[in-house]
């Protein structure tokens, strides 16, 4: 199976997403995560996605006073994405037919997640993690690079998802500063604010990161 296109779908889930998420952004295009998903399903690209996990005394939220980590700073976000809770759930129609999620754990193996992608058995893998960056969890590394190497070309990756501020940009620095080809669908995220979002498209053009639009893929929507 060679693979030419990989999707990088980050925190597509309900409580960023949807009107009732603890923290929703409003702009979030989810009729365009669906067609994303459908496209990659129809055509075969595979997607490796991350999920928001907290337990519910995550530093992150503004509800208690554990700490940042050494060279964090609290966003004092409400509480969202508590694993077991309808907000932590996927966005209706985000997910294909067959999947795995893999835990933020250093001792799991991803073999046989990453043997079911390249074969075609399973349509997308997706990371658990607790803070920004999908390569947070200890698994991402080696799966990520386990897939390029069995790619047969040099993939090219399409990040979307929410926040564009946040984890959309850790996402996407995480990729290009690992070597990878990697392109931001402009149109298929949403910002926290829009100077966030402005600061974080300006720095990943930087970066290298290419700025690319959902036509590309899936065409000129209908009229």
Known sequence: MTISKVFIDV????????????????????????????????????????????????????????????????????????????????????????FRFLPNVPEASTQ???????????????????????????????FVRGLVEAAGTAPEFFVYGVATDYCVRAAALGLVERGYRTALIEDAVAGITPDGVKAALDELRRAGVRIAQSSELLGAPSV
């Open 112 to 142: 046989q997640a990453l043997d079911e992608l390249i074969r075609g058995q399973i349509q997308a893998v997706y990371f658990e993690k607790e803070v920004y960056s999908l390569f947070v969890n200890p698994l991402a590394e080696g």
């Open 11 to 98: 925190d597509v889930q309900r409580d960023f997403c949807e009107e009732e998420g603890s923290l929703c952004l409003k702009d979030s295009p989810n009729d365009l995560f669906r067609r994303l998903t459908a496209h990659a399903v129809a055509q075969r690209i595979p997607i490796v996605g991350s999920v928001d996990s907290h337990a519910w005394d995550a530093w992150e939220f503004t509800t208690n006073e554990v700490p940042a980590p050494a060279g964090a700073v609290k966003p004092h976000f409400p509480d969202h994405c508590v694993k077991g809770t309808p907000g932590w759930l996927k966005v209706e129609g985000t997910l294909p037919p067959r």
